[in-house]
């Protein structure tokens, strides 16, 4: 963000960086086409690469914004396995490589509604989450799909502090429905290129039409599931973050309202709020999952 005025306590002071900063290599992917109708593509502004590499959530890291960018590189991610459990015809554990072997990679340019009413446009790269499910072949009785982040306190400063609010690991989940949702997409890269590690490497969900710590990142787990499974939010307070978490400017968190959200990039003297829409936006696509719901009941 080399020169722009961030706003007190919304973007962290710029810090010297180290291999946040290097380049991370190029993916072959296809670009995404330009139709918003399908809900892959928005012509808003992009957030700048920077903001999107230094603005972060992801506690393992710490609580501050900037933390993830600092920090994260003490992750290692390669080799990478993700398992696959519950009720699935091919449960087993699997060499992120070989999973994505069989999968072709594709843009799509998706806003983000961070709960905290800031949010952001990122063009990520990746594929939708329902190939990677088919794969595995979920039963008849997988009726949820939960998602474990890497729990691995020796590279996760967030993991070794006594005051960390969450019980590790990071843990999420969607209905099966929600789940083979063509918007649902791991994003295993962005802007072009491989996923930084502060924005959840090497593979980590986006549910574009959902609050953003729905979209988990590292993820070395995914279980199929006959019950609703807990959610880490959910879990530490249920009053303010439900299960669904679908983006809603009409169901106020208890301690702010969420009509409306700051775009970034903001700044004091800029702040770029805009009202914030019901799904995010992604009402044409995803409102009828929901149909005969009461989402106010189940927010
Ligand atoms: N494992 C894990 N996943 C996480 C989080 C986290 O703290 N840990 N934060 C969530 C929140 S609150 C948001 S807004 C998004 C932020 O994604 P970004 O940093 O790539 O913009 O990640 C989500 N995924
Ligand atoms: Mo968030």
Not at 269 to 279: A, H, K
Request: charged share 20%; aromatic share 14%.
């Amino acid at each position: 963000m080399a020169g722009s005025l961030l706003s007190a306590g919304v973007m962290a002071a710029p810090f010297s960086v180290g291999a946040e900063q290097q380049i991370l290599p190029a993916l072959r992917y296809k670009k995404v086409t330009e139709d918003s109708s399908t809900g892959y593509y928005t012509n808003e502004m992009l957030a700048p690469y920077d903001d999107i590499k230094q603005y972060n959530n992801f506690y393992e890291f710490g609580m501050n914004k900037d933390d993830p960018a600092r920090y994260s590189e003490a992750m290692s991610i390669d080799p990478w396995s993700i398992t696959i459990e519950g009720a699935v015809e091919k449960p087993g554990t699997f060499a992120l490589e070989d999973i994505l072997s069989k999968i072709d990679l594709e843009e799509r340019i998706y806003r983000l509604r961070c709960v905290e009413a800031w949010s952001m446009v990122i063009p990520w790269v990746g594929f939708p989450l329902a190939d990677l499910i088919k794969q595995f072949q979920p039963l008849s009785n997988a009726k949820y799909v939960q998602f474990v982040t890497l729990n691995r306190p020796s590279e996760m400063r967030g993991l070794r502090s006594r005051t960390s609010i969450i019980d590790w690991p990071y843990v999420e989940g969607l209905r099966i429905d929600e789940a083979m949702n063509p918007l649902t997409f791991l994003a295993t890269g962005l802007y072009g290129r491989q996923l930084p590690k502060q924005n959840g490497a090497p593979i980590r969900l986006v549910v574009p039409w959902k609050y953003g710590f729905k979209s988990i990142k590292s993820i070395v787990k995914i279980r199929f599931l006959e019950k609703q499974p807990a959610t880490s939010w959910n879990t530490l307070q249920s009053s303010e973050y439900g299960f669904y978490a679908n983006v809603n400017p009409e169901v106020e968190h208890p301690r702010w309202s969420q009509k409306s959200e700051r775009r970034l990039p903001s700044t004091f003297f800029s702040p770029n709020r805009m009202l914030t829409e019901p799904f995010n936006g992604y009402g044409e696509q995803v409102a009828s999952l929901y149909s005969g719901m009461d989402l106010r009941k189940f927010y």
